[in-house]
C-alpha cells in the first residue's frame, strides 16, 4: 500500500512539476528571444504551444520567422490555419519557401493547384524540385511531357529520380523507352519499383512480359498492386486469370475498378457475362466505357486507344502498357516519399 500511494503521490505531482519547469525554461527562453535569440523565440513558441495558448506561441513563433527562422514560420502557420486564418497562414509559408523551406514551398505548389493557378504552382514547384522535393520534380516533368517537351520532361524526372523519387524514376524510365532505350528503360523502372513505385513495379513487370519471363511478370505486378497501383492490380488479375485463377481475378479487377481504373471495371465485366451475371456485365462494361471516354476527353491519348480497342475486341481481359505515373494521383507507399 506504501507503494501504491507514492506512486499516487507521484502521478499528481508530475503534470505541475512539469508545468513549473516548462515556465521556467521559458523564462530563460524569453529572456534569450527579447535579445534577438531567433532559437530561442522558437522554443518559447513551443512551450506556449504545449499547455494551449495558441495566441502567444504564433506571436513568439512570428518573431522568429521574422528573423528568418523557416520551421518558426510553418509552425505558426500551421496554429493560423486551425484558427480559420488562410491567408496569414499562406503569407507565413511564402515567407518559410522563401527561406529556403523546401516542404513549405511544396505544399503553396500544391494549393496553387487545387486553386487552378498554374503560374504560381509552377514557381513553387521549380523552388520545391530545386530544394530536393521529388514530387514536385514530377509535376514539373510531367507537365513538361504532356506539353510535348520531351528533352525538358526528362531533366525535370533525372532531377527527381536523384532524390530517390520513386514515381520519378518510372516517368525517366517512360522516356527512355520512347527513345527506344530499352536498357536504361528497365534499369529506371526497376529503381523506381525498389522506391516503392507501384507504377514503377507495373512498368517493369510490362518490360519483362514483353521479354517472355512470366515469372517476373508475377512478381512485379504483385508488388505493384501491393503498392495500390490499380493498374498493376488489374495486369495481375489478367495473370492469375488466365492461370485459371478465377476468384482471385475476380477479387483483382473489383478492386482495380473500384479506384477507377476503366480495365479493372472492363475486365470484372467480362468475368461477369462468363458466368452469367449480365446485370453486373453491362454496369461495369458501361463505367469502363464512360471512365475511358472521359479520360480521352480530357487528353489522354491512350486512353482513346483504348477505347477503341475496347470497341473492336469487347469480350478480350487486357493488362494495357504503361504509361506515366500521374503526379495527381500521388505516390502511395508504406513510407511516404517526398
Excluded at 314 to 324: D, M, N, Q, T
Amino acid at each position: 500500500m506504501k507503494t501504491l500511494r507514492i506512486n499516487a503521490v507521484q502521478l499528481i505531482l508530475t503534470p505541475i512539476l512539469f508545468t513549473f519547469s516548462l515556465q521556467a525554461a521559458t523564462i530563460d527562453w524569453g529572456a534569450e528571444c527579447r535579445d534577438g535569440d531567433r532559437i530561442a523565440c522558437h522554443k518559447v513558441g513551443d512551450g506556449f504551444s504545449t499547455v494551449g495558448r495558441k495566441g502567444e506561441a504564433i506571436r513568439h513563433y512570428s518573431l522568429a520567422c521574422d528573423m528568418k527562422l523557416a520551421v518558426a514560420c510553418v509552425d505558426a502557420a500551421s496554429l493560423l490555419e486551425k484558427e480559420g486564418k488562410a491567408k496569414e497562414a499562406q503569407a507565413l509559408l511564402g515567407k518559410a519557401c522563401d527561406y529556403n523551406d523546401a516542404m513549405a514551398c511544396d505544399t503553396l505548389a500544391t494549393r496553387a493547384e487545387k486553386e487552378g493557378n498554374q503560374e504560381a504552382a509552377r514557381k513553387y514547384h521549380v523552388e520545391s524540385c530545386l530544394r530536393g522535393i521529388g514530387s514536385s520534380c514530377l509535376a514539373l516533368g510531367f507537365w513538361a511531357e504532356q506539353g510535348g517537351d520531351a528533352t525538358t520532361a526528362r531533366e525535370w524526372y533525372i532531377k527527381g529520380c536523384a532524390y530517390n523519387h520513386g514515381n520519378s524514376c518510372n516517368n525517366l524510365g517512360g522516356t527512355e523507352r520512347s527513345a527506344g532505350n530499352q536498357t536504361a528503360a528497365v534499369f529506371y523502372y526497376q529503381r523506381a519499383c525498389n522506391l516503392q513505385s507501384g507504377p514503377g513495379c507495373n512498368a517493369l513487370a510490362d518490360s519483362f512480359r514483353e521479354l517472355n519471363k512470366p515469372l517476373e511478370v508475377r512478381r512485379y505486378y504483385s508488388l505493384a498492386c501491393q503498392y495500390e497501383d490499380s493498374m498493376g492490380c488489374n495486369n495481375l488479375g489478367v495473370v492469375e486469370e488466365y492461370a485459371g485463377n478465377l476468384d482471385r481475378a475476380k477479387k483483382l479487377y473489383k478492386y482495380s475498378c473500384d479506384r477507377g481504373t476503366s480495365h479493372g471495371c472492363r475486365n470484372a465485366g467480362n468475368l461477369a457475362r462468363r458466368e452469367g451475371r449480365l446485370k453486373d456485365s453491362v454496369f461495369l462494361l458501361a463505367r469502363a466505357t464512360t471512365l475511358l471516354k472521359n479520360a480521352c476527353a480530357s487528353g489522354f491519348a491512350q486512353s482513346c486507344v483504348d477505347l477503341k480497342a475496347m470497341e473492336n475486341q469487347p469480350h478480350v481481359s487486357r493488362a494495357p502498357a504503361s504509361k506515366p505515373a500521374n503526379p495527381s494521383s500521388g505516390q502511395k507507399a508504406p513510407s511516404k516519399q517526398r
